[in-house]
């Protein structure tokens, strides 16, 4: 299951339905960047790294490989959860090849965007998401779960990589030099807690499927920030459209069946780069409003604009996706014209493609096709026929272009109100 957009898609009420259903549950890429709200008793808790399956009973979830894993927020999560009665313990379990976010990460992201102009700012989570990758490719400054919970690997390692960052951020930034015992003292004991939870998760996994499991990837960010794949540079550091399924968790893609892609009726983006269809306007205010579109990890506003059919279909031929879900149709209830994105026009020519280029993406006037809205409250609707013909006609116009089958759609963010249609 992965987002078709710019991240943000309401992914968490889907994989909650979805998690019953399943016996494992894996996060394959992204980091504490990533942020789903879920409600436990009467308290909304913000998840980043914990899958949300954690809520459901038998069901294992795991943190697999493409993962950049902050043991701060980890620790944290699994606190906050088992201060309200969820306990995280046997269902969880992570890899060993996964990246380990520190202090450094973080510091490197805020320096590093504060240094560059306005318009070449990313607008990072500030999570320290694109330096953690930028060391796993890097190689040498990386420092994986296996390093991390060996006590003098990791503290030799931690050491060297320390010194060598403290140069660069003094030349680069004039930082102050970083503590490395200080940091070895925080996080060895975090290291020491992580232990009981680390584990050859692909090992885990192909022995999950060779027996029969049901296992459900779970997207963290969308298509369109794929660091390949996306809207380049103004996109996150992992593949985290499809197609860092199998990079990130070491399953291989033919042994994945359904390749679901959920998305918004409308579309949002948070950060910088270029949204062709963002509405700037009390439209855009409005939609913000109703669908309480603020980050999850940062409180960001998210930009907010019509749902842009030619990202999302670049998006689902991308991901080989055989079903849709749509998020968040309640939104756009109040609406008495509502316009969809068809296709992109630059100087008056209409682009055959989803453009590589984020200076003609930016350049890109979206095509709108005006559709009636449905000017009544949809959140009550129990099942897919009690939609009005107009929401089902809008739902028509987003199948046709994505060209995949719309199996479920959501009039508001409880489980119970997640629509599957009838088959
Ligand atoms: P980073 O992943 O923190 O480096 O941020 C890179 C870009 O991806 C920024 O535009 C962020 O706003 C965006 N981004 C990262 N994670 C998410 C997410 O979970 N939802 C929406 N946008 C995200």
Known sequence: MVGLQWGDEGKGQVVDYLSASFDVLVRYGGGANAGHTVTVGDTRLGLHLVPSGILHENVLCVIGNGVALDPEVLFEEIDALGARGVAVGDNLRISDRAHVVLPYHKLEDSLSEAALGQSAK??????????????????????????????????????????????????????????????????????????????????????????????????????????????????????????????????????????LGVAKAYTTRVGGGAMPTELTDGIGQTIRERGR????????????????????????????????????????????????????????????????????????????EPLRGWKQDVSGCSCWPELPTAAQEYLARIESLLGVPIIAVAVGPQRSQLLFRPS
Not at 321 to 328: E, K, L, P, T
Not at 339 to 355: A, D, M, Q, S, T
């Open 122 to 259: 990313i607008g990072t989570t500030g999570r320290g998401i694109g330096p953690c990758y930028s060391d796993k490719a890097s190689r040498s400054n990386a420092i994986r779960v296996h390093h991390f919970i060996k006590p003098e690997v990791f503290r030799r390692r931690l050491i060297e990589i320390v010194e060598r960052k403290n140069r660069i951020f003094a030349a680069l930034y004039g930082a102050d030099p970083l503590d490395a015992e200080a940091i070895y003292r925080k996080f060895s004991a975090y290291a020491e807690r992580l232990a009981p939870f680390v584990c050859d998760t692909p090992d885990l996994l192909h022995r999950a499927i060779a027996a029969g499991k049901h296992v459900l990837f779970e997207g963290a960010q969308g298509s369109l920030l794929d660091v390949d794949h996306g809207t380049f540079p103004f996109v996150t550091s992992s593949n985290s459209g499809a197609c860092g399924v199998s990079a990130g968790s070491g399953v291989p893609a033919q042994a994945i069946r359904t390749f």
């Open 293 to 368: 579109e603020y980050g999850t990890t940062t409180g960001r506003p998210r930009r907010c604009g019509w749902f842009d059919g030619m990202a999302t279909a670049y998006s689902v031929r991308l991901g080989g996706f055989n079903a849709v879900s749509i998020v968040g149709l309640n939104v756009l209830s109040e609406f008495e014209t509502l316009n969809i994105c068809v296709g992109y026009e630059v100087n008056g020519r209409k682009l055959e493609h989803f453009p590589s280029d984020p200076e003609v993406l930016e350049q890109a006037r979206p095509i709108l």
